[in-house]
């Protein structure tokens, strides 16, 4: 771990891993357009790829803003079509198939309740006969907040942020929850706000390097952070 020099206006030192594999897990929030959903599952439009088999939570909000947390696993996930933004980007957008995990009728079937009252769902009969719900199509736009596991790399750190690695964007200025694992073992959390994310196209795969700045650390992980910078930092300087 080489100690870097610090730029103007930076409190506290920071150092490279280049010779420790520290990796580190964050919730990040994405935006999804539903298409239908029933007490079994959701059909959304996601502008990223999510995994089969992966694991996401999507947090649904009603007109009143009472929010319903419900987890499901990724079951089909196939490119749709494209879209250009207002900058002009163009973006891939992904049909994606969820299945709801046990214990989400409940919370399912509250918010599906309030969205019949409100936006004026459409009842779908199901063509699927090993389905037993009645299939909601949603007739206006109902935009919610998918929460996705993302896993970095830890490029350098400091008591105050690091730069990582990971293998997509994230929006400046966000904030996003992260967790890392250190080489003893140890955990530290910490709520960050990101404050450069730019792409980096080399050998291999392109990925994106993020700056990122503590905003929220609880005094221990602070201490477990220091105390593994002050023990490493000595040792490989």
Same mark, same amino acid.
């Given at each position: 771990?080489?100690?870097?020099?610090?730029?103007?206006?930076?409190?506290?030192?920071?150092?490279?891993?280049?010779?420790? *594999?520290?990796?580190?897990?964050?919730?990040?929030?994405?935006?999804?357009?539903?298409?239908?959903?029933?007490? *079994?599952?959701?059909?959304?439009?996601?502008?990223?790829?999510?995994?089969?088999?992966?694991?996401?939570?999507?947090?649904?909000?009603?007109?009143?803003?009472?929010?319903?947390?419900?987890?499901?696993?990724?079951?089909?996930?196939?490119?749709?079509?494209?879209?250009?933004?207002?900058?002009?980007?163009?973006?891939?957008?992904?049909?994606?198939?969820?299945?709801?995990?046990?214990?989400?009728?409940?919370?399912?079937?509250?918010?599906?309740?309030? /969205?019949?009252?409100?936006?004026?769902?459409? $009842?779908?009969?199901?063509?699927?006969?090993?389905?037993? /719900?009645?299939?909601?199509?949603?007739?206006?736009?109902?935009?919610?907040?998918?929460?996705?596991?993302?896993?970095?790399?830890?490029?350098?750190?400091?008591?105050?942020?690091?730069?990582? *690695?990971?293998?997509?964007? $994230?929006?400046?200025?966000?904030?996003?929850?992260?967790?890392?694992?250190?080489?003893?073992?140890?955990?530290?959390?910490?709520?960050?706000?990101?404050?450069?994310?730019?792409?980096?196209?080399?050998?291999?795969?392109?990925?994106?390097?993020?700056?990122?700045?503590?905003?929220?650390?609880?005094?221990?992980?602070?201490?477990?952070?220091?105390?593994?910078?002050?023990?490493?930092?000595?040792?490989?300087?």
């Amino acid at each position: 771990m080489k100690n870097m020099t610090m730029p103007h206006g930076r409190r506290h030192e920071r150092y490279s891993l280049e010779l420790l *594999e520290i990796m580190g897990k964050m919730s990040v929030s994405r935006k999804v357009n539903i298409l239908d959903m029933s007490l *079994e599952g959701v059909a959304l439009k996601a502008d990223q790829r999510l995994d089969l088999g992966g694991e996401y939570v999507i947090n649904l909000q009603d007109d009143k803003g009472k929010i319903f947390s419900v987890a499901g696993i990724v079951v089909r996930a196939e490119l749709s079509e494209t879209a250009k933004r207002n900058d002009g980007e163009i973006v891939s957008l992904y049909r994606v198939g969820v299945q709801f995990k046990d214990g989400q009728a409940e919370a399912v079937d509250d918010f599906l309740t309030a /969205t019949v009252h409100s936006k004026k769902a459409t $009842l779908m009969p199901l063509h699927n006969d090993h389905r037993h /719900t009645v299939r909601f199509q949603m007739t206006g736009p109902n935009e919610q907040v998918l929460r996705c596991p993302e896993h970095f790399k830890v490029r350098s750190i400091s008591l105050g942020g690091m730069l990582i *690695e990971t293998e997509r964007a $994230l929006e400046t200025k966000s904030i996003v929850p992260m967790e890392m694992t250190l080489n003893d073992g140890t955990s530290v959390k910490a709520v960050s706000k990101i404050s450069s994310c730019r792409l980096k196209e080399g050998e291999g795969q392109a990925h994106y390097e993020i700056g990122s700045e503590f905003i929220d650390l609880s005094d221990k992980d602070k201490d477990v952070l220091k105390k593994f910078i002050d023990e490493w930092g000595d040792f490989l300087d």
